[in-house]
C-alpha cells in the first residue's frame, strides 16, 4: 500500500509550530483524479492519516463527503489503518513514515480524543452546523429543525395553497404572473401549472433571486432588432395573395390556418406548417427557401421567400417576446413564493437542505467574502479552526455549494502558510448531477487558483469490476474517434481525460456482454417521443421488446435468487424504471424493487388497508374507500365500529395506535412478505406521529409517497436510475434503456448577452431557439454539457458491476429507417456508441433467450463464491439462552391513598378560585408547626392570620388557628404529658404484598410504663369545603378507605391490637371531630 | 454542612446497599423511624426506589425519611419576596422582549434586516435564552455576570443580553414573579431551608446539581452530610468530597470491555436485540433497558410491543402526544386559521366533542364530515362559517366554534380557561389528567400576573402556543402493566437494581451526552466560565458505566448495544468509554468495536398479496337503467363498470383551493348551455357581441356558485374559461356565417335497448340552412379530441371485452365509447324523418386557436346501428353478469383507483361468480 509521495515540506513560522508540532510533510493541495471503484475512500482516509502522522489536530480537519455511508466508511478507514499502523509499530516493522511527527498509537488516541469534535461530515450537515450556530446573523433560532424531502414538499404545497387562497392584491400580482406564464392559455388548473413550475425551478431561483435575470427587459432588447415585424395580419394577406398565384390549391388551406398561423408564440407543439416555413428560414438573408405545405414542396419566389421570411421573424420576435414574458411570470411567481417561503422558515424553524448553504453565502454576501470577524466569532461558537479540507466526490459539489464552502475554504486555498492544506478527490467522468448544480469545472478552477505546487494523481485502478467488466469499459470508452464523431465537442473534452482502466482483481474474470434484441420478439417497438398527451388516449403501456428479454436474461441466465448475487438493472429515467419493475413484477422474477426503494405504505394490502381505514374514516363519501374496505377481510362489522373508535384511537394513541388496531383486526396469518411489511407501516406510523401530526389527509400522503430505502439485497433484482446507482456497487448490473437519444432536460437556458452578462430564459420551441442566434449558441452550450453528462451516465452505469455486466439494446431498425444521413439533429444514442465499439464482425444467438443476440463478449460465466465476510458467523452467538433472573426487588409502585378530597381535574379552571389541594396543604403545614398549643407556638400562627392583605397563606393560618384554638379540638394538641407525638410523619409500610405510602398528620401514642406502646390516637385533619349538610357521614363514607388504610399500618408498626388504635378525623373547616370504628376499617 | 464520604461498595445494587446502611442507622422507639433523615437523591424516580428498597427490608412499616432531589432542597420557589417565575412566564417575558421595541433598534439582539419576526420565532429564540439562563444557573451566574467575566469575543452581544436581562426582571417584577435565579440566590444568601432534620444524606448522585451544593456548603456549616457513594474504597481518589467523579482519575480509569458487547450495522437490529434479550428471560421484570439515546425510545417500544412485550417506563411518556397536546394545537389552528379545514379537525377531535356538544346533539360524526366535505368542494370558502351556511345540520358546531372565537378576541385566557373547563369535564379524573390540569392551571396564573404588563397583547393563539409548550415538557405517568420490562433514561440506571440491564443505543453523544448551545455557551467557554464541563460529565459516566457493569458482574447480566447507522442514515459511532483501555491494547480495541454484527443478509422475501378482495356477488341489482356514458366503463373494463356502476364506488376527491375537473367542465357547460337557450342570440354572427354575452353568463355562474365572492384561484380558472369562450364565440360566429343555428340546448333523451332504458344528454343540437342536423358534444379537455379516435380503436391493439368487438369494411373494430352513435340513435327516434344527420364534438382546448367543431368525419348510419347493438350486447352482458375478468384498462391506472387495485385487480380480487359464473 506504499504511496507514492512528492512531499513538499514547508517551513512554518515559528507561531505555527503549537499547532502542528512538526512540519507538515505532505503535499499542501492535493488533486485526485480516481475513475470508479478505485478506492477514492481509500486515498481519502490515508490523507487524513498522513495528516494525523503529521501531528495535526484532528478538530483541524474537515472532510466533506456527499453521502453519510462515505462519511462513516471514511471514518472506519482511518481507525483501521491507524490500528494496522499501530500493530506493525508494535511489532517494529514499521514502516517510516516520513516526517511522521507522532506514531501510530498516539495519533489514534488523539483521534479518538477527539471524536466529538471531529469534522467528518456530509456537506449537508457541515452547512448545516455553521447555520445553526449563526442564529442571530441569519434570525433563525438554534433549535431550527431540518425537513426532509415530505416535508419541503408539504411546506411547498401549503406555501402554494396559501398562494391561491389569498386574496387583494396578492391575488393580483398571482393573476399577473399567471397571465405571463400562460399567454393566454390558461388549463384547467392553476395548482398543475404552477406546483410543477415551482418544483422545477424553485431551487433555481434560490441561486438567482435577481429577477432582471429572469427574461428581463435587456434581455428582450438584445435579442430582438430594432425594426420588428408588427402586422402578421398584413403579411399573411399578402402570402396569401401570392401563393393563390403560385400555389392556388392551396391557397384554402393557407386561408383555413390562418387563427393557427398568427398566434403562433413558440409554445407548445407548432402546425407542421410552421415548422416547415421556419425550417426553411435563412436568418442571415433574412428570407426562406423551399418548404413542404401538405407534402407539396413550394418554392418561393425571391419576393414570396422575402414575404416568408418576414413573417418567420414575426414568428421568432412573437416567440422570443412570449418567452420572455413567461420567464417573468415565471420569476415574478417564485419572487412572491420566495417572501412566503423565507417567513415560513423564520416562523416555524425549519430549513430545507438546500437552504443551508444559501443562508450560509448570505453571511458572506457582503463584502464578497465571510468577514474576519465573522468568521472567528463562528469559529469561536464552534470551537474550532479548520485547517484542512478534505473533499470527496468533488464533482458532485454544485456551484450554490462551492460558492458557501468558497467563504471557508478561500483562505486555505490562498494560504501560504504551510499549516493549511486542500485535498480533492473526485472524477469528472461521474459529474451526473449537472442537472441540480453538479460542476465538475470546479475542479480545474481549485487547482488554477492555488498559488504553489499542486499535486496531482490519477487513479484508475478498480477495486471493484472484475477484469471483464472493466474491458467492457475501456473499449467503450478508450475510442476517442468514436466519442468525437458522435458526441462532437462533448466527446472530445470527455477523450482528452481519458485512462485506460485496470482491475485489480484479477483472481476472477469475471463476464461483460453486449446484447441486442431483435424487433422480431412479437412486442411493438417502443414507441418514442411521446412526451406528452400519453395521459388521456393512449390505452396501451409503452412497453419495449427489451423488456421480455430481460426477463428471460434473469430469470435464465443471472439467476440472482439461486446464484445469491445482489442484481441491479439500470436505466436512465424514472418512467423506464417504473414501467420495468412493474412488469419484472408481473412475470414474478422473484423479488424486485424500484430504486432501491419500497413503498410500504403503497405496495401491498396492508398499507392499503390502513390508507382505506383512514381515507374511509375522514372522508365519509370516499365510497371507493369505503367500498375497498368493506371488500377487505375486516368486512362490514369493522366499517361500522371503526366510525365510532376511529377517532378516539386516533387521538388516544396516535396512527401507530391506528396502525396496530387495523393490522391487529386481520385474522389471517401473515406471511414472511406481510410480517415485514406490518413492522415498516408500524415503524412509518411511529415517526410520523414523532411530529406531533394527527392531520389525516398528511398522513395518508407520508403513506403513499414515502420511501423507504433498502440496503443491497442479494437474491433481489432492483430496477433503478443510474442516478440512483452511484456510489453502489452489485454483483451483476443490466444496463438498459440505451436508444433513447439525448434531449435537453432544462428548460431554462443562460443566454449570453453581448455586453457580456448573461440572462435566464425559459426556451421556446427548439425550431426557434436554433433560428435565433445567441439561443442556439446557449442551447448548443447546454446541449454540449448534457451531453458530456449522459457519457458519465453511461460511465457510471457500466462501472457499477463487479462481476457481471450485460448491456443490453433494442436492435436498431432496419437498413431502410437509417435515419437521414448528414443530419446533426439527429442527437447520438448511447446504443450508437456501444455500436460503433463493441461490435465487430459476427455476432451469435444467445441460446437461452430468443431474439437476443451477442455482439461483444468478455470473460466467462463463472459460479459466482461468496465473498467471505459477507456470511460472517450467522447467528451462532447471537442465538441466546433462556435467562432466568429474578425480578428486580422493587417493582411496586405506591399506593399513595388520597388524604384529601382533591377538585375534579376540569375545577382546577374555574376562574378566581384558588385551589382547594393548595388550601389544604398549606393549613396541613399550619397545623404541623404546633406540637402544644402554647403561646409560644401559637404566636407565630397568629402573626402569619393577621397580616394584610389576606390571601390563602392568611387565611390557611386563620383557619388552623380557629380549630387549635375550638372547644372541640382543644385535646388534640394538649395531650398528657410522656405522650409521644408525631405531626406530618410520611410513612411507608408493606400491606398483604401492596406498598402504602402516606403521612400521619397526628399521631399520638401513649406508652406502657416498660417504654412499649400501649394505645394510639390516629388524628387526620380534613380541610373539605363542601357544605354540611351530608355532613358527617359524607366525610366518613370519602375517607374510610383511606383511614382504614392508615390505622392497618399504624397496627402493624407499633404491633397493637386495632382495637388499641382510636382514629378520628378532624374536620377543620367547622372543627367537629369524627370518629371512624376499627370495624369499618379492617384491616387489609 | 461539610460531606463525610461513605462507600458503599459496588458488588450489590445502589438501592439495596443504600438502604441497609439508612436502617442501621435509623432510630425509634417502638417502631423504626427514619423521619429526622433528610436524604437527597438524584432524581424523584430514584428517591421512589430507596423507599421501596426499605419497604422491602421493613415490611411492617416505618417513618419515612424526607427524601427529596438537588434542586428541592431550594424549596418550593417561594420566598419572602415573591413567587419564583414558572416556565411559561418567563418564556412570556422574554417574548415580550424579543418583540417589543427593545427587541429591534440599533442594539438588538437580532438585527431584523433578513427577516420580520413573529412570535413563533420568539417562541423559539426565548426558549434558547431559558435555556442559557439555565446552564448558566449552574455557576450561579447571569447574563450580567458573564458580561463582567468578559473574554467572550462577542462583548457587546452579552452587553445586549445583560441589558434584556434587567429588563426581563422588572417585568417579572410587575407581575409579582422573581426570576428562578435570584430566588435561589436570595436562599442561598441567607443560607437557610425549611427542614427540620437531624441528619442529612447525599445518596448516590453523582452529579448534584452544582448550586445545590453551594446550598449545603453553606447551610449548618457545622453539620455533616453523609455522602453515600456506590463504590469501593480503593476507587476513594476518583471522587471529590461531595462524590463527584474526578475527571483526572477516571480519564486514566480503564475500562472492561464487556463480553456482551454488540455493535450493529443499524439501529433496527439494535432494537431488535434488545426485544430478544428481554424475551429470553423468564420474567421481564427481571429486565431494564437502558435507553442511553432518547431518540430510540418509540422505536424501542414499538419492537417491544411486535412481541407482545409490555414496557413501562416510570419516568412516564411524554404528554406531547396525548389528545390534550394535539386538542390545544387544534385550537391553535382553529383560531389562526379560521379555516373549514382546522374547523373539520376539531370536529373529528374527541375532547371537543363535549365542548362543541357533539354528543349532546346527538349527530353522528360522519354524518357532519360529509356535510362538510359537500360544503367545501360546493363553495371552495375558506373560512367555515360561509362553508357551512349551506348546510343547516352544521349551524349549532359552528356557532360554538364562533362563539368561542369571539369570545377569545376579546378575553383570551377567559375564553382558553372556560374551554379547558368545559373540556376535561366528564373526563375522568385520572392521575395524568389531574397533572396536566395542574400545569395548565399553573400556566395560566402565569399568564394572568404578567398581563398587565404586556407591552404586546398576546392573542389567544399565541397563549395556546405557550399552554402547549408547557404542557409538551410533561411527563405522564402511565400505567403499570402486570409484567413488564422497565425502560429508563442513562442517568437513572445507577438507581436500578434489575439484575440483567440492556444498554441500548450505547453512543458516542449519547454517553457521554454532548450538551450543544454553541450560539451563546459553547464548550470551550462554558469551560471558561466554571461550568460543568464536558470532561466532568465524561467522568460521571464512566464512573457510572463501571458501577452498573461491576454490580452485575457477579450475579446478573449486562448488554451493551451500540449501532452504526441510525434508522434514518445518521452515522452514529459507539460511545468513547469503550476505548478506555491501556495503550497497548487499543489497537485490539479499536478493531472490536469496529467488528460490526451485519445483520444476516436480509433475504427480501418477494411480495405477496396479503389477502384479497372479495367483491361479489357480480350481478346487477339496480333497476334497468344507465346513463349513456357508463357504457363507456364497460367497455373499458367490465369489472370496472361493475365497481362503478353498479357497486357506486367513487372517488372523493376535494381541492381545496381550485375547481376540480369535473366542476370546471360543469361550469363551462353551463355557461355555454346559457347562450344556447338565449334566443335573441341564436343567430348572432359577430363574435363579440357573443363574447360579451359569455362573459356576462359566466359573470352570473360564478355569482351564483360563490355569492360571498369568487375565490381567487376560481377567479384565475374563470380567466381559462374566458380564454376558452373567447374562441368559443370567434368560432360560433364564424358557424353561424357558414349557416348552422342552435336548434337545442341539453336536450334530455331516454332510449331504450331490450327492457333498459338509456338517459342521456344531448349538449347541443345545430341545424344548418339547408336542413342538416348536427348533434354536438361538448369536450373541454386540454387538447382537442378527435371523436372517431374516441370512439373507435382497430382492435388489433390491447384487448376489450368482447361485447366491444365488431367486423366494419372488413376490418375489426372496438368501440372505446357509443356516446354519439347513441345519441344520433335516440335522436332519430325522436325526429324520425331526420335527414342527413352528423356528429361532432365542440372542442375546447387550452389552445385557443385549435378550438371548433370536430366532425366525425367517416361517420355512418351503419356504424350508429352497429352502436345500438353494441349497446344491446353490453346491456346484455351487464344481465348476465359478465363483469369478470377485468380488463387491462387505463382506468386502471388513474388515481386513486390505481392506488387501490395496484393496476392489476384481477390478481387482487376474488371476484364472488355472478348469476353466470
Ligand atoms: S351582434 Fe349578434 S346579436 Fe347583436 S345584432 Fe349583431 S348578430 Fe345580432
Not at chain 1, 557 to 569: G, Q, T
Not at chain 2, 151 to 157: A, G, I, K, T
Not at chain 2, 538 to 564: K, M, N, P
Request: proline content about 5%; glycine content about 8%.
Amino acid at each position: 500500500m506504499g504511496v507514492r509521495r512528492r512531499s513538499l515540506p514547508l517551513p512554518l513560522v515559528p507561531w505555527d509550530r503549537r499547532n502542528v508540532g512538526e512540519s507538515l510533510s505532505i503535499d499542501r493541495c492535493c488533486l485526485i483524479r480516481a475513475s470508479a471503484g478505485t478506492g477514492k475512500t481509500e486515498e481519502l482516509a490515508r490523507r487524513i492519516v498522513d495528516l494525523l502522522r503529521c501531528g495535526v489536530e484532528p478538530h483541524r480537519i474537515v472532510a466533506v463527503t456527499f453521502t453519510r455511508r462515505a462519511a462513516a466508511e471514511i471514518l472506519d478507514r482511518v481507525l483501521v489503518k491507524l490500528v494496522e499502523q499501530a500493530e506493525t509499530d508494535g511489532t517494529g516493522g514499521g514502516e517510516d513514515r516520513g516526517g511522521g511527527a507522532r506514531n501510530a498509537l498516539a495519533s489514534l488516541q488523539a483521534f479518538l480524543a477527539d471524536l466529538p469534535r471531529l469534522q467528518l461530515r456530509t456537506i449537508d450537515s457541515l452547512f448545516q452546523r455553521i447555520v445553526r450556530v449563526c442564529p442571530i446573523e441569519t434570525g433563525l433560532p438554534e433549535s431550527f429543525q431540518l425537513m426532509d424531502e415530505f416535508e419541503a414538499r408539504e411546506l411547498r404545497r401549503s406555501l402554494l395553497g396559501d398562494m391561491l387562497r389569498e386574496g387583494g392584491k396578492a391575488a393580483a400580482m398571482l393573476a399577473e404572473a399567471v397571465g405571463r406564464l400562460t399567454q393566454g392559455e390558461d388549463g384547467k388548473s392553476p395548482w398543475m401549472l404552477l406546483d410543477p413550475l415551482l418544483s422545477q425551478f424553485w431551487e433555481a431561483y434560490q441561486e438567482e433571486p435577481d429577477r432582471e435575470r429572469w427574461g428581463g427587459e435587456a434581455l428582450c432588447r438584445a435579442l430582438i432588432p430594432g425594426r420588428r415585424e408588427t402586422d402578421g395580419e398584413g403579411l399573411w394577406q399578402e402570402i396569401a395573395r401570392r401563393l393563390s398565384v403560385q400555389v392556388p390549391d392551396r391557397r384554402d388551406a393557407w386561408e383555413r390556418m390562418r387563427a393557427v398561423l398568427l398566434a403562433y408564440r413558440g409554445n407548445g407543439t407548432a402546425h407542421r406548417l410552421i415548422v416547415n416555413i421556419l425550417e426553411s428560414y435563412d436568418p442571415d438573408s433574412g428570407s426562406c427557401g423551399e418548404f413542404y405545405f401538405q407534402r407539396r414542396k413550394i418554392v418561393p419566389d425571391p419576393e414570396m421567400a422575402r414575404l416568408l421570411g418576414r413573417l418567420a421573424t414575426f414568428w421568432l420576435q412573437n416567440s422570443l417576446e412570449a418567452a420572455c414574458e413567461r420567464t417573468r411570470g415565471l420569476a415574478s411567481l417564485l419572487f412572491g413564493f420566495r417572501a412566503r417561503y423565507r417567513r415560513a422558515l423564520h416562523s416555524q424553524g425549519r430549513i430545507a437542505f438546500s437552504d443551508a448553504p444559501r443562508l450560509l453565502r448570505e453571511l458572506g454576501a457582503e463584502g464578497g467574502g465571510l468577514d474576519q470577524e465573522l468568521w472567528l466569532r463562528i469559529a469561536f461558537r464552534l470551537d474550532s479552526h479548520w485547517d484542512h479540507w478534505l473533499f470527496d466526490e468533488f464533482q458532485d459539489t454544485s456551484r450554490a455549494q462551492w460558492r458557501a464552502l468558497e467563504l471557508l475554504v478561500g483562505e486555505a486555498i490562498q494560504s501560504t502558510e504551510g499549516t493549511r492544506s486542500v485535498f480533492c478527490v473526485g472524477d469528472g467522468k461521474q459529474s451526473i448531477y449537472g442537472w441540480r448544480g453538479g460542476d465538475r469545472r470546479l475542479f480545474e478552477e481549485i487547482a488554477s487558483r492555488y498559488e504553489g505546487g499542486v499535486a496531482r494523481k490519477t487513479l484508475s485502478t478498480s477495486y471493484r469490476s472484475q477484469p471483464a467488466v472493466i474491458d467492457l469499459v475501456n473499449v467503450v470508452f478508450g475510442s476517442k474517434t468514436a466519442l468525437e464523431e458522435l458526441y462532437g465537442n462533448a466527446g472530445r473534452a470527455w477523450a482528452k481525460d481519458w485512462e485506460p482502466h485496470a482491475s485489480a482483481l484479477s483472481g476472477a474474470s469475471g463476464y461483460s456482454c453486449y446484447l441486442e434484441v431483435g424487433s422480431d420478439s412479437g412486442e411493438p417497438p417502443c414507441r418514442e417521443g411521446m412526451e406528452e398527451g400519453a395521459g388521456e388516449e393512449t390505452e396501451e403501456e409503452r412497453s419495449s421488446p427489451v423488456d421480455s428479454a430481460l426477463v428471460c436474461l434473469i430469470r435464465e441466465i443471472i439467476r440472482p435468487a439461486e446464484r445469491e448475487l445482489s442484481c441491479a438493472v439500470l436505466v436512465q429515467t424514472n418512467a423506464w424504471a417504473r414501467r420495468l419493475a412493474d412488469r419484472l413484477r408481473k412475470e414474478r422474477v422473484g423479488s424486485v424493487f424500484l430504486e432501491g426503494e419500497i413503498f410500504p405504505g403503497a405496495d401491498n394490502q396492508l398499507g392499503r388497508l390502513v390508507a382505506a381505514a383512514l381515507q374511509s374514516l375522514v372522508h365519509p363519501r370516499d365510497t371507493l374507500a369505503r367500498g375497498w374496505l368493506q371488500a377487505s377481510p375486516l368486512g362490514d362489522g369493522f366499517c361500522q365500529e371503526w366510525e365510532k373508535n376511529g377517532w378516539r384511537i386516533l387521538y388516544g394513541k396516535g396512527f401507530q395506535g391506528v396502525v396496530a388496531e387495523i393490522l391487529g383486526r386481520l385474522r389471517t396469518a401473515l406471511d414472511d412478505f406481510g410480517k415485514e411489511r406490518a413492522v415498516l407501516l408500524q415503524e412509518m406510523a411511529c415517526r410520523f406521529d414523532q411530529t406531533g401530526s394527527r392531520d389525516v389527509e398528511r398522513f395518508l400522503r407520508y403513506l403513499r409517497d414515502q420511501p423507504v430505502r433498502l440496503p443491497e439485497m442479494t437474491g433481489a433484482v432492483q430496477v433503478m436510475t443510474v442516478h440512483k446507482a452511484k456510489g453502489l456497487g452489485f454483483d451483476a448490473v443490466v444496463v438498459a434503456e440505451l436508444e433513447q437519444p439525448v434531449r435537453i432536460r432544462s428548460r431554462l437556458l443562460e443566454v449570453d448577452l453581448p455586453q457580456g452578462a448573461s440572462r435566464l430564459l425559459l426556451a421556446p420551441a427548439k425550431t426557434i431557439v436554433t433560428k435565433i442566434p445567441e439561443l442556439a449558441k446557449a442551447r448548443e452550450k447546454a446541449q454540449k454539457e448534457e451531453l458530456f453528462e449522459r457519457l458519465c451516465v453511461l460511465y457510471v452505469a457500466l462501472t457499477r458491476a463487479r462481476r457481471e455486466l450485460y448491456v443490453v439494446a433494442e436492435a436498431p431498425p432496419g437498413k431502410r429507417k437509417e435515419p437521414r444521413s448528414g443530419s446533426r439533429s439527429a442527437a447520438p444514442t448511447h446504443r450508437d456508441l456501444l455500436r460503433r465499439t463493441l461490435v465487430a464482425g459476427e455476432s451469435r444467438p444467445l441460446r437461452q433467450v430468443s431474439g437476443m443476440n451477442v455482439f461483444f463478449e468478455r470473460g466467462e460465466l463463472g459460479k459466482p463464491e461468496r465473498q467471505e465476510g459477507l456470511s460472517n458467523d450467522e447467528e451462532e452467538s447471537e442465538r441466546l439462552p433462556p435467562l432466568a433472573f429474578l425480578p428486580r426487588s422493587v417493582r411496586l409502585t405506591p399506593l399513595a391513598p388520597s388524604r384529601s378530597s382533591e377538585d375534579r381535574a376540569a375545577e382546577f379552571f374555574a376562574a378566581g378560585r384558588p385551589s382547594g389541594r393548595e388550601f389544604g396543604v398549606l393549613v396541613h403545614e399550619m397545623l404541623a408547626r404546633v406540637e402544644r398549643a402554647d403561646a409560644g407556638s401559637l404566636e407565630p400562627l397568629r402573626r402569619i392570620a393577621s397580616a394584610t392583605p389576606s390571601t390563602m397563606v392568611e387565611e390557611a393560618a386563620a383557619a388552623a388557628l380557629r380549630c387549635i384554638e375550638s372547644r372541640t379540638c382543644e385535646a388534640i394538641f394538649a395531650p398528657p404529658s410522656g405522650t409521644i407525638i408525631w405531626r406530618e410523619k410520611p410513612f411507608e409500610a408493606l400491606l398483604s404484598g401492596r406498598w402504602i405510602s402516606g403521612i400521619f398528620d397526628r399521631v399520638h401514642l401513649f406508652l406502657e410504663p416498660n417504654g412499649s406502646p400501649a394505645s394510639a390516637i390516629l388524628y387526620d385533619f380534613k380541610t373539605d369545603r363542601e357544605p354540611l349538610e351530608r355532613g358527617e357521614e359524607g366525610l366518613l363514607a370519602r375517607y374510610r378507605e383511606q383511614v382504614g388504610l392508615y390505622r392497618a399500618v399504624l397496627v402493624r408498626m407499633t404491633a397493637l391490637r386495632i382495637e388499641k388504635i382510636r382514629a378520628i378525623l378532624v374536620w377543620v373547616g367547622p372543627q367537629r371531630l369524627v370518629e371512624v370504628p376499627p370495624s369499618l376499617a379492617g384491616s387489609l | 454542612m461539610r460531606p463525610e464520604r461513605t462507600f458503599l461498595g459496588w458488588n450489590q445494587p445502589l438501592p439495596a446497599l443504600a438502604a441497609e446502611w439508612l436502617l442501621d442507622r435509623a432510630g425509634g422507639c417502638g417502631c423504626l423511624d427514619l423521619s429526622r433523615w433528610l436524604l437527597i437523591v438524584p432524581t424523584r424516580q430514584s428517591g421512589r426506589t430507596l423507599r421501596g428498597a426499605l419497604c422491602l427490608r421493613r415490611p411492617e412499616g416505618f417513618l419515612a425519611p424526607r427524601v427529596v432531589t438537588p434542586m428541592e432542597l431550594y424549596g418550593e420557589g417561594r420566598s419572602a419576596a415573591g413567587k419564583a417565575a414558572g416556565p411559561t412566564a418567563r418564556l412570556w417575558v422574554w417574548i415580550q422582549l424579543l418583540l417589543s421595541e427593545e427587541g429591534g433598534g440599533e442594539n438588538a439582539l437580532f438585527p431584523r434586516e433578513a427577516f420580520q419576526p413573529d412570535f413563533a420565532w420568539a417562541l423559539r429564540v426565548a426558549k434558547s435564552l431559558c435555556e442559557a439562563q439555565d446552564i448558566l444557573s449552574e455557576g450561579a451566574l447571569s447574563f450580567a455576570r458573564v458580561r463582567e467575566e468578559g473574554s467572550h469575543p462577542e462583548p457587546e452581544l452579552w452587553l445586549r443580553l445583560a441589558r434584556l436581562e434587567e429588563r426581563y426582571r422588572a417585568i417579572l417584577a410587575d407581575g409579582g414573579l422573581l426570576d428562578w435565579m435570584e430566588t435561589r440566590l436570595e436562599i442561598l444568601r441567607v443560607a437557610s431551608w425549611n427542614f427540620d432534620v437531624d441528619r442529612v444524606a447525599l445518596v448516590g448522585c453523582p452529579d448534584p446539581h452544582p448550586l445545590a451544593v453551594r446550598l449545603l456548603e453553606r447551610i449548618l456549616r457545622d453539620e455533616v452530610c453523609s455522602v453515600l457513594i456506590q463504590a469501593p474504597e480503593e476507587v476513594a481518589d476518583g471522587f471529590d468530597g461531595w462524590g463527584r467523579p474526578d475527571p483526572a482519575f477516571w480519564r486514566r480509569r480503564e475500562m472492561p470491555f464487556l463480553p456482551n458487547t454488540r455493535i450493529y450495522a443499524e439501529e433496527g437490529a439494535l432494537t431488535s436485540r434488545a426485544a430478544d434479550l428481554v424475551a429470553a428471560n423468564r420474567s421481564w421484570d427481571a429486565v431494564t433497558i437502558g435507553v442511553c439515546d432518547s431518540r430510540l425510545l418509540p422505536f424501542l417500544r414499538l419492537t417491544l410491543e411486535e412481541r407482545n412485550i409490555s414496557a413501562f417506563d416510570p419516568g412516564g411518556i411524554s404528554a406531547s402526544g396525548s389528545e390534550w397536546a394535539s386538542l390545544l394545537a387544534d385550537l391553535r389552528e382553529l383560531l389562526r386559521q379560521r379555516n373549514l379545514a382546522s374547523f373539520r379537525r376539531l370536529l373529528c377531535h374527541p375532547a371537543a366533542a363535549g365542548w362543541l356538544g357533539l354528543q349532546q346533539i346527538g349527530t353522528e360524526r360522519s354524518f357532519l364530515l360529509e356535510r362538510l366535505d359537500r360544503a367545501a368542494s360546493r363553495t371552495l370558502a375558506q373560512d367555515f362559517q360561509s362553508a357551512a351556511r349551506q348546510e343547516p345540520g352544521l349551524e349549532p358546531f359552528v356557532e360554538r366554534a364562533q362563539r368561542f372565537l369571539s369570545e377569545a378576541e376579546a378575553e383570551p385566557l377567559a375564553a382558553i380557561r372556560r374551554l379547558l373547563e368545559e373540556s376535561f369535564d366528564g373526563k375522568g379524573d385520572a392521575g395524568s389528567q389531574r397533572l396536566l390540569c395542574e400545569e395548565l392551571e399553573l400556566a395560566l396564573e402565569e399568564m394572568e400576573a404578567l398581563r398587565s404588563s404586556a407591552k404586546r397583547r398576546l392573542d389567544a393563539a399565541e397563549y395556546l402556543d405557550l399552554l402547549i409548550e408547557r404542557i409538551c415538557q410533561q411527563h405522564l405517568p402511565e400505567e403499570r402493566p402486570e409484567e413488564a420490562v422497565e425502560l429508563r433514561g442513562w442517568l437513572e440506571l445507577l438507581w436500578d437494581d434489575a439484575p440483567h440491564l440492556v444498554l441500548a443505543g450505547f453512543q458516542e453523544g449519547a454517553v457521554p451526552e454532548a450538551i450543544a448551545h454553541d450560539f451563546l455557551l459553547p464548550s470551550s467557554f462554558r469551560e471558561r466560565l466554571g461550568l460543568r464541563t464536558n470532561a466532568q460529565r465524561e467522568a460521571r459516566d464512566a464512573y457510572l458505566f463501571e458501577a452498573i457493569a461491576t454490580q452485575r458482574s457477579e450475579r446478573g447480566r449486562i448488554d451493551v448495544l451500540a449501532a452504526r447507522f441510525s434508522r434514518e442514515g445518521e452515522p452514529l459511532f459507539p460511545s468513547r468509554l469503550l476505548f478506555r483501555c491501556p495503550a497497548a491494547v487499543l489497537p485490539e480495541r479499536v478493531r472490536q468495536v469496529l467488528d460490526v454484527r451485519n445483520a444476516p443478509q436480509r433475504h427480501q422475501p418477494a411480495s405477496t398479496d396479503s389477502f384479497p378482495l372479495v367483491i361479489g356477488p357480480l350481478r346487477w341489482e339496480g333497476e334497468k337503467r344507465i346513463s349513456v356514458t357508463a357504457l363507456r366503463d364497460y367497455l373499458a373494463c367490465p369489472f370496472f363498470f361493475f365497481l362503478r356502476r353498479a357497486r357506486r364506488w367513487e372517488e372523493f376527491e376535494r381541492l381545496p383551493e381550485e375547481l376540480n375537473a369535473r366542476e370546471f367542465g360543469l361550469l363551462l357547460h353551463d355557461v355555454l348551455a346559457d347562450f344556447g337557450r338565449a334566443d335573441e342570440m341564436r343567430e348572432c354572427n359577430q363574435s363579440e357581441a357573443i363574447e360579451a354575452f359569455l362573459r356576462d353568463a359566466l359573470r352570473r355562474e360564478l355569482q351564483q356558485r360563490f355569492p360571498e365572492g369568487t375565490p381567487p384561484a376560481v377567479a384565475l380558472q374563470s380567466r381559462a374559461i374566458q380564454g376558452r369562450l373567447a374562441a368559443f364565440s370567434r368560432m360560433q360566429a364564424k358557424e353561424v356565417r357558414q349557416g348552422w343555428k342552435t336548434l337545442l340546448v341539453e336536450a334530455p333523451f331516454e332510449l331504450r335497448i331490450g327492457d333498459w332504458q338509456l338517459d342521456g344528454r344531448i349538449d347541443r343540437i345545430d341545424r344548418d340552412s339547408e336542413g342538416r342536423i348536427r348533434l354536438v358534444d361538448f369536450k373541454s379537455s386540454e387538447r382537442a379530441l378527435n371523436p372517431e379516435a374516441a370512439h373507435l380503436v382497430a382492435s388489433g391493439k390491447g384487448q376489450g371485452p368482447a361485447a366491444a368487438l365488431f367486423l366494419w369494411k372488413g376490418r375489426e373494430f372496438r368501440w372505446r365509447d357509443l356516446q354519439l352513435p347513441l345519441y344520433a340513435a335516440a335522436w332519430r327516434l325522436r325526429e324520425a324523418s331526420c335527414p342527413e344527420l352528423r356528429v361532432a364534438y365542440l372542442v375546447l382546448p387550452k389552445e385557443r386557436e385549435k378550438a371548433g367543431v370536430v366532425e366525425w368525419q367517416s361517420w355512418t348510419r351503419e356504424l350508429e346501428r352497429e352502436a345500438e347493438s353494441c349497446a344491446a350486447r353490453i346491456l346484455q352482458a351487464v344481465e348476465e353478469g359478465r363483469f369478470w375478468p377485468p380488463e387491462r384498462s387505463a382506468e386502471w391506472d388513474r388515481e386513486p383507483w390505481r392506488f387501490w387495485f395496484d393496476g392489476r385487480p384481477a390478481e387482487i380480487v376474488a371476484a364472488a361468480p355472478g348469476p353466470l359464473g
